[in-house]
């Protein structure tokens, strides 16, 4: 069949069946041209021919100030948001069953609250007798939060959009289910669209939501990868079983730095904020022993000091083990291969394993250096000074390479009374003062010095 020629005039805009001299509608003459369909094909594989409304451009360059933040008081949750609550936002909090998700939300709630904000708390898990109890036992039975117990999301929006709330806290998003939808609550086609309908629902009506998402046997948030996408903010929160410490971590974050974290306290009385994260996980540190170093470290925007604990003894096994808690096991298994390639110290029949005190998560390449440090340590039962931090890259080549932030990894080393630093030679920033810094060019001169081998 033939396609059907469109025309349209170019100076109303009027479409014809045929192409004529003067436009019937303004009568210019000589403005009807052939309308060139959008998309190649037919309407139900493409987009098809009609047209849609022109979409206003503007310059980058604007004099617009940049939207206003609420904070919430809560410094370690304003520091992952990246400065506080921005409106309209969409925010995904991911994080194993009772880790503190919603505790620590109906305490930002709570605070929010208080700080002005219309707050309302829609519990999809729990009923409002259960919220209650909560707020009751973290003292805040007096906030002016808004509580509601639902999972019908045309029910909670229909809420919503008659309280004009400027938060709503969702809890979870697993749970919520959608009418139109053909699947049960939690599949990945209801997550999705629960997900797409919030999300847009707080860009046009200009309401800040937070979502709260269950995570599977890896971690990962539960549901489709699209919906980290959807929102603005992706959050983590992290932390062991039996630990006290809770870290906030931000994965993902359009209006402030990724990989920021907030270290919080559980406590009987909610989560507590942890204001110097080096101190407390430095806290526990006794006495120099074999295979304990610790690490000057950058998450986000701030330092934080963490101790890695080595410990290498004969294997019964033909096998050796490597076992690591909080750190890439892959990153163990090359700076193995490194220290026995490059400078010669074997650990074949030796079982490894590395830990990172506190349940801290550390994946940053410059803690290279204090694994290797920690493992020399424990192998050769040598303790290094109590008062000595180590951070550096390791290089296949056995090279040290400089690391990023060293004045600011200094300058929490030295607040918190360490006197020498362990680090590469490239790096050509000032050592702090009252800190003294051993610099070294490879990890054959760093082990023949503090270890007297290589």
Same mark, same amino acid.
């Given at each position: 069949? $033939?396609?059907?020629?469109?025309?349209?005039?170019?100076?109303?805009?009027?479409?014809?069946?045929?192409w004529?001299?003067?436009?019937?509608?303004?009568?210019?003459?000589?403005?009807?041209t052939?309308?060139?369909?959008?998309?190649?094909? %037919?309407?139900?594989?493409?987009?098809?021919?009609? /047209?849609?409304?022109?979409?206003?451009l503007?310059?980058?360059?604007?004099? +617009?100030?940049?939207?206003?933040?609420?904070?919430?008081?809560?410094?370690?949750?304003?520091?992952?948001?990246?400065?506080?609550?921005?409106?309209? %936002?969409? *925010?995904?909090?991911?994080?194993?069953?009772? !880790?503190?998700?919603?505790?620590?939300?109906?305490?930002? $709630?709570?605070?929010?609250?208080?700080?002005?904000?219309?707050?309302? #708390? !829609?519990?999809?898990?729990?009923?409002?007798?259960?919220?209650?109890? /909560?707020?009751?036992?973290?003292g805040?039975?007096?906030?002016?939060?808004?509580?509601?117990?639902?999972?019908?999301?045309?029910?909670?929006?229909?809420?919503?959009?008659?309280?004009?709330?400027?938060?709503?806290?969702?809890? %979870?998003?697993?749970?919520?289910?959608?009418?139109?939808v053909?699947?049960?609550?939690?599949?990945?086609?209801?997550?999705?669209?629960?997900?797409?309908?919030?999300?847009?629902?707080?860009?046009?009506?200009?309401?800040?939501?937070?979502?709260?998402?269950?995570?599977?046997?890896?971690?990962?948030?539960?549901?489709?990868?699209v919906?980290?996408?959807?929102?603005?903010?992706?959050? #983590?929160?992290?932390?062991? /079983?039996?630990?006290?410490?809770?870290?906030?971590?931000?994965?993902?974050?359009?209006?402030?730095?990724?990989?920021?974290?907030?270290?919080?306290?559980?406590?009987?009385?909610g989560?507590?904020?942890?204001?110097?994260?080096?101190?407390?996980?430095?806290? +526990? /540190?006794g +006495?120099? %022993?074999?295979?304990?170093?610790?690490?000057?470290? *950058?998450?986000?925007?701030?330092?934080?000091?963490?101790?890695?604990?080595?410990?290498?003894?004969?294997?019964?096994?033909?096998?050796?083990?490597?076992?690591?808690?909080?750190?890439?096991?892959?990153?163990?298994?090359? !700076?193995?291969?490194?220290?026995?390639?490059?400078?010669?110290?074997?650990?074949?029949?030796?079982?490894? #394993?590395?830990?990172?005190?506190?349940?801290?998560?550390?994946?940053?390449?410059?803690?290279?250096?204090?694994?290797?440090?920690?493992?020399?340590?424990?192998?050769?039962?040598?303790?290094?000074?109590?008062?000595?931090?180590?951070?550096?890259?390791?290089?296949?080549?056995g090279?040290?390479r400089?690391?990023?932030?060293?004045?600011?990894?200094?300058?929490?080393?030295?607040?918190?009374?360490?006197?020498?630093?362990?680090?590469?030679?490239?790096?050509?920033?000032?050592?702090?003062?009252?800190?003294?810094?051993?610099? #070294?060019?490879?990890?054959? $001169?760093?082990?023949?010095?503090?270890?007297?081998?290589?």
């Amino acid at each position: 069949m $033939a396609k059907k020629l469109q025309y349209v005039c170019n100076a109303c805009g009027a479409s014809a069946s045929k192409w004529a001299g003067q436009c019937d509608s303004c009568g210019e003459w000589n403005s009807i041209t052939e309308e060139k369909p959008l998309s190649e094909g %037919s309407s139900s594989k493409s987009i098809g021919a009609k /047209r849609g409304g022109h979409v206003d451009l503007t310059d980058l360059s604007t004099d +617009e100030a940049p939207p206003p933040r609420t904070m919430s008081g809560m410094d370690e949750l304003d520091r992952v948001l990246g400065g506080g609550l921005v409106p309209s %936002s969409a *925010i995904l909090v991911g994080g194993d069953p009772g !880790i503190g998700k919603s505790t620590v939300l109906l305490q930002a $709630a709570a605070q929010f609250a208080s700080n002005g904000l219309k707050t309302i #708390y !829609i519990s999809g898990e729990e009923a409002s007798a259960q919220v209650r109890m /909560r707020a009751q036992r973290l003292g805040l039975k007096d906030a002016p939060v808004k509580l509601g117990a639902e999972t019908n999301l045309r029910d909670i929006l229909t809420t919503l959009e008659a309280e004009k709330p400027q938060l709503a806290i969702i809890d %979870s998003i697993q749970t919520m289910w959608v009418d139109t939808v053909d699947s049960a609550p939690g599949s990945v086609s209801q997550v999705r669209a629960a997900a797409h309908e919030l999300t847009s629902f707080a860009k046009r009506k200009g309401v800040s939501v937070i979502l709260v998402g269950h995570v599977t046997k890896d971690g990962q948030i539960a549901g489709p990868r699209v919906v980290e996408h959807m929102v603005d903010t992706v959050l #983590y929160f992290e932390g062991e /079983r039996g630990h006290q410490f809770r870290i906030l971590r931000a994965v993902k974050n359009r209006f402030g730095p990724a990989d920021e974290i907030g270290v919080f306290e559980m406590t009987g009385a909610g989560l507590q904020e942890v204001k110097n994260p080096s101190a407390l996980f430095l806290s +526990e /540190r006794g +006495e120099p %022993s074999p295979g304990s170093v610790v690490f000057s470290g *950058i998450e986000g925007t701030r330092p934080v000091l963490v101790e890695f604990q080595a410990l290498v003894a004969p294997s019964p096994h033909s096998q050796p083990r490597r076992t690591v808690v909080g750190w890439d096991s892959s990153r163990l298994a090359m !700076i193995l291969a490194v220290l026995e390639a490059r400078v010669g110290i074997p650990f074949a029949g030796l079982d490894v #394993y590395l830990n990172v005190a506190g349940g801290m998560k550390v994946s940053e390449p410059a803690a290279d250096l204090a694994v290797a440090a920690a493992l020399l340590s424990a192998r050769e039962d040598a303790a290094l000074p109590k008062d000595t931090v180590v951070f550096g890259e390791i290089s296949l080549s056995g090279a040290l390479r400089s690391v990023s932030q060293t004045e600011n990894r200094l300058k929490e080393a030295q607040k918190l009374g360490f006197s020498t630093a362990i680090m590469p030679k490239g790096d050509k920033a000032p050592a702090t003062a009252g800190l003294t810094a051993k610099r #070294y060019d490879d990890l054959t $001169a760093f082990v023949g010095d503090i270890f007297g081998a290589g």
